[in-house]
């Protein structure tokens, strides 16, 4: 059984701080690594993807991979209200195209 | 990113009765399209896989007979939930990948309610 865990929280971080959210996956397998953000009632919407060991930075996101501890995190600088949402966490494996396998989210909440 | 469609947006229906949800690919062409479920504070699931002009693959413990997909052509996939009842109320969200990497973009979701 491939898992992918995260905590599901919440996570409240104030305004202007850096929210960190992690994942963990059990399948050595896995190719690719995204993160979603998830409205309450709305489909995922992409923030970052990454294939490779260490971190990429997309503008106030950066995701970090590390394929031998089997764990890939995002991390939000200077978080905003707007950021609140739920983080999903998804894995793709090498023989599954574009079929991924979700985590059950992290819940975040920014605080003004 | 790439543009995937997806309709109707919402649906209510009555028990024993059959919804049809499409899903679109915009501007690219999709061979492959996936369907998902999400039940309240619950993860996305995987239904199945839609394959152009071949039989859908599903996933463990879905019923084939009973969520019909067909796809027909490279932009559009269609998931039929047939003899509907109040435990398929769900949230239903179709994929298409694009760009490889295993990048999908997803449709906007369908909250169906089954009364």
């Known amino acids: 059984q491939k898992e992918v865990e995260q905590n599901s929280g919440p996570l409240s971080v104030p305004e202007g701080a850096i929210a960190s959210l992690n994942c963990t996956y059990s399948d050595r397998g896995s190719q690719s690594f995204f993160w979603y953000r998830q409205y309450s009632g709305k489909s995922p919407e992409l923030i970052m993807f990454?294939?490779?060991?260490g971190d990429k930075e997309d503008g106030r996101f950066t995701a970090q991979l590390n394929k031998a501890s089997q764990y890939v995190s995002l991390l939000i600088r200077d978080s905003q209200p707007s950021d609140s949402a739920t983080y999903l966490c998804?894995?793709?494996?090498?023989?599954?195209?574009?079929?991924?396998?979700f985590g059950k989210g992290t819940s975040l909440l920014v605080t003004p | 990113g790439a543009v995937v469609s997806q309709h109707p947006s919402r649906v209510i229906c009555k028990s024993g009765t059959s919804v049809k949800i499409e899903c679109r690919s915009l501007d690219f062409q999709a061979t492959t399209m996936f369907w998902y479920r999400q039940f309240p504070k619950q993860s996305l699931m995987l239904m199945a896989t839609s394959n152009e002009g071949s039989k859908a693959t599903y996933e463990q413990g879905v019923e084939k007979d009973k969520f019909l997909i067909n796809h027909a052509s490279l932009t559009l996939s269609t998931l039929t939930v047939t003899s509907a009842h109040p435990e398929d109320s769900s949230f239903y969200i179709c994929?298409?990948?694009?760009?490889?990497?295993?990048?999908?973009?997803f449709g906007q979701g369908t909250r169906l309610t089954v009364v």
């Open positions: 990454i294939y490779s060991n």
């Open positions: 994929s298409a990948g694009s760009g490889g990497g295993g990048l999908a973009f």
């Open positions: 998804a894995v793709s494996y090498s023989n599954s195209g574009y079929a991924l396998n």
